[in-house]
């Protein structure tokens, strides 16, 4: 079953713009993390955001995370032609010990028009 | 440093036969992950490996099912394929998500 909910799904920006997109999940998490999918091809992994942490930054990349609320957002700014791709947020939760796995929201298609 | 390669990258098999796929992890990395990922369905979690042995498993029938070899390198096997097990296949490895997960390309199998 997903965990994440990515919002919007599909999301057309103009070249120099900033996107965001938001993700909600349903449980507790260990953590949150971002990736990319271009062109349905393997994911990259993009930033990881722990429980006890509410914001991080790579680059142009800045994510929130409010466990209070079960939601986190991704912000892109000043995108490029190049950041069209899919982005998924997936959750991290340890049910027992060592019981690792990520569940994968549906994704959100972002499309940047030059 | 080599990323997680899976092979092949793209298999065609008739309804019925069976599908194997490859993937090794990240030098140093004990766990991987499969991943299915269909049409319109997003990123089902599939089976998770550790250490050779599986510590995890999806909703998915047991025609689905794999292993891990002591080098960590893993193989995923459909048996008894259906036309809705054509999908793209992940395979992802991690030391127990501490950094994230780094994914493979990916195995696109189409099932006729």
């Known amino acids: 079953s997903q965990q994440g909910e990515e919002d919007p799904q599909a999301l057309s920006i103009q070249e120099g713009e900033n996107a965001t997109m938001n993700c909600s999940y349903k449980?507790?998490?260990?953590?949150l993390q971002w990736y990319r999918q271009n062109s349905g091809r393997g994911l990259v992994h993009l930033i990881l955001i722990r429980s006890n942490e509410r914001e991080k930054h790579s680059g142009r990349l800045r994510v929130t995370l409010d466990t209070s609320k079960k939601s986190s957002s991704l912000l892109i700014t000043a995108s490029r032609a190049a950041d069209t791709a899919s982005y998924f947020c997936?959750?991290?939760?340890?049910?027992?010990?060592?019981?690792?796995?990520?569940?994968f929201g549906a994704g959100t298609t972002v499309t940047v028009r030059a | 440093e080599a990323g997680v390669t899976q092979s092949p990258t793209h298999l065609i098999k008739t309804r019925g036969q069976q599908a194997t796929l490859r993937c090794s992890p990240i030098s140093g990395h004990t766990s991987v992950y499969w991943y299915q990922q269909a049409l319109g369905l997003g990123l089902q979690f599939l089976l998770w490996y550790d250490e050779g042995e599986e510590r995890n498993r999806g909703n998915f029938p047991p025609r689905f099912s794999g292993r891990q070899f002591p080098n960590y390198s893993s193989e995923l096997n459909v048996n008894a394929l259906e036309l809705e097990d054509s999908a793209l296949y992940l395979c992802?490895?991690?030391?127990?998500?501490?950094?994230?997960?780094?994914f493979g390309s990916g195995t696109r199998l189409t099932v006729v």
């Open positions: 449980t507790s998490i260990n953590n």
């Open positions: 997936a959750t991290e939760r340890a049910q027992k010990s060592n019981d690792y796995k990520l569940s």
């Open positions: 992802a490895s991690s030391l127990a998500g501490v950094n994230g997960y780094t």
